[in-house]
């Protein structure tokens, strides 16, 4: 196994998803004040962590079919470069280590976290197969990641934020 394949597996570049947990601290001015700062950066770190294992699984889940796919095929569980063993202990640690780091948050957003994972799990499982279910499922990650940083954070967004997100996604997913 390449280690640079098993990050690639992790998929960072989808890591600026995340950012959006910084909305809170950024549109209520308290991205300066450090306490504020600390928690959005650790919210960050969490969703990126819980996000990546998210990834593993759905490429474990699609390995077979990846494989016949022209451009999933290069994805790094699909070509052999990272082995199932290695794809499932990486995707345990990353969950051990992220839903920790939410329990430093507080329980709330441990919380939001588990919930946020466990619809990663029925995108994985379910809602990808179903056209209007994966767009739903899509949009409802990007807000669950807003909703994460009101909670990490303690500042809310107001409802505009929420319903600006809610009607991009309407009309990039068309």
């Known amino acids: 196994m390449k280690i640079f394949s098993l990050i690639e597996a992790l998929r960072p570049p989808q890591w600026i998803k995340n ?29 990126c962590l819980i996000s990546s294992s998210s990834y593993l699984i759905n490429d474990l889940i699609d390995a077979d079919r990846d494989r016949l796919h022209p451009v999933k095929k290069n994805r790094p569980i699909a070509r052999g470069d990272v082995s199932p063993q290695i794809a499932i202990f990486t ?11 939410a329990l430093l948050v507080n329980t709330s957003f441990f919380l ?47 409802i505009w934020v929420m319903l600006t997100v809610i009607f991009l996604l309407h009309i990039v997913t068309g």
């Open 91 to 101: 995707c345990l640690a990353l969950l051990m280590v992220g839903f920790s780091l």
């Open 19 to 47: 950012l959006n947990l910084l909305a809170a601290a950024i549109l209520n001015g308290q991205l300066t004040n450090q306490p504020i700062f600390t928690k959005s950066i650790i919210g960050f770190i969490v969703f």
């Open 112 to 158: 939001i976290t588990l919930v946020f994972f466990l619809l990663q799990l029925s995108y994985s499982f379910v809602f990808k197969t179903k056209a209007v279910l994966d767009i739903i499922g899509i949009s409802l990650f990007f807000i669950i990641r807003a909703y994460a940083g009101e909670i990490a954070t303690g500042y809310h967004l107001p």
